[in-house]
């Protein structure tokens, strides 16, 4: 089958069937992001304006409060830039990572002297192994994209649950346009769906899940309005640029290069190097290599270069693939067959958007949105 690959950016339509070119090849992805960084990216004078007002907003609600924000810490670059300028900021962050067992050496030293340099209060999730092992292989027996659902959805959970009790208002999210304008629509869900989780578990899972805190969708509305939590994206506006991000952490903490976006943990490298590809035929790398030919931070010859390299390193895959048995308890064959078995989607699965409660819920809100 012969791929059409988009004129502007490295989109193609290998795995895409919502992908459309128009009479110059050119994709609706880079068009769209192309038209939505007029309202979203702001590298100039207005972003500087957009963030000043932000940062006083902040500090002036967080008066007479422990913290000003909350963040999450992956260990990656963009969370790890956003903690670096908020120390620059001179906010009082609660940084908080969750530890789901498969951090590399690299993304643990990282954290580390991340902390260790910015003095933020930092706390650490770790969910129950076994249950949180067992969920995520639930999702790989259903064969649905993204398995790194439950993964998101205990993080958000815990978050949550410090922004209450801290009566913390601010999330500050690492999510940017610069490297993140182009995502891939189609082999993907959303991790706040519990009716979904819990199905697939229901499905497919073989141990209990009593011990894992989640956050439904309905819960995540109701305590944004309840608590006006607001989460703001600074990177989108500063001139985010990857280079320069990497160097400057460098020289503030010794942060190490840990390789390609997402790379700083085991079981979300497997899922985008490995489980995206060789079930669903995606090769994320399209997505965030147009996200920076979009940004001006690579062109497309530079980008096609790269796609031309071999997805991962053999042995460095190997070794992962490895770690992920150990951890799951999976044997060989029981992972052979699970990557050869058929896949499906979370859609075909039980949804909150099925529920009765959530139904109302919806038209509650859009009522209230009329009054």
């Given amino acids: 089958m012969s791929i059409k690959r988009c004129t502007r950016c490295v ?5 895409d069937p919502t992908i459309r070119f128009d009479s110059s090849g050119v994709c609706n992805y880079c068009r769209d992001a192309i038209e939505a960084r007029k309202t979203t990216y702001f590298p100039n004078k207005e972003g500087q304006r957009k963030l000043r007002a932000l940062l006083a907003e902040v500090k002036r609600n967080g008066r007479g409060r422990k913290y000003d924000c909350i963040m999450g810490i992956s260990g990656g670059l963009d969370s790890s830039y956003l903690a670096y300028l908020g120390y620059k900021w001179r906010l009082r962050v609660l940084a908080v990572h969750i530890d789901d067992g498969y951090d590399t050496e690299i993304s643990k030293n990282n954290i580390r002297k991340l902390i260790e340099a910015t003095h933020f209060d930092y706390e650490v999730i770790t969910p129950d192994a076994e249950q949180f092992n067992a969920l995520t292989l639930a999702y790989m027996r259903a064969g649905v994209p993204n398995i790194a659902v439950p993964q998101d959805n205990v993080l958000f959970a815990f978050l949550y649950r410090k922004m209450k009790e801290e009566k913390i208002k601010y999330f500050f999210s690492g999510g940017n346009f610069a490297l993140e304008s182009i995502l891939q629509k189609g082999n993907t869900y959303k991790a706040s769906d519990i009716v979904n989780l819990k199905d697939i578990h229901r499905h497919y899972g073989t141990k209990p899940i ?3 805190r989640f956050i439904s969708s309905l819960q995540r509305g109701i305590d944004d309005k309840l608590l006006g939590i607001k989460s703001p994206r600074p990177l ?13 952490l460098n020289e503030f903490c010794g942060f190490e290069y840990y390789g390609r976006k997402h790379l700083e943990n085991i079981l979300t490298a497997f899922v985008q190097l490995y489980w995206f590809p060789k079930k669903f035929g995606v090769d994320k790398r399209t997505s965030h290599l147009s996200s920076m030919i979009v940004s001006g931070q690579m062109t497309r010859s530079e980008a096609l270069a790269e796609l031309s390299e071999p997805l991962y390193d053999e042995e460095m895959m190997n070794g992962y693939i490895s770690y992920i048995k150990k951890q799951m308890k999976l044997s060989d064959k029981e992972f052979e067959d699970i990557m050869n078995a058929p896949t499906h989607q979370c859609s075909e699965f039980a949804t909150e958007d099925d529920t009765l409660i959530y139904k109302l819920a919806k038209e509650a809100h859009k009522l209230a949105g009329k009054l």
């Fill in 210 to 212: 009593d011990k894992l």
């Fill in 236 to 248: 989108d506006y500063i001139n985010y640029n990857r280079a320069r991000a990497f160097r400057e």
């Fill in 11 to 15: 989109m193609d339509d290998s795995s």
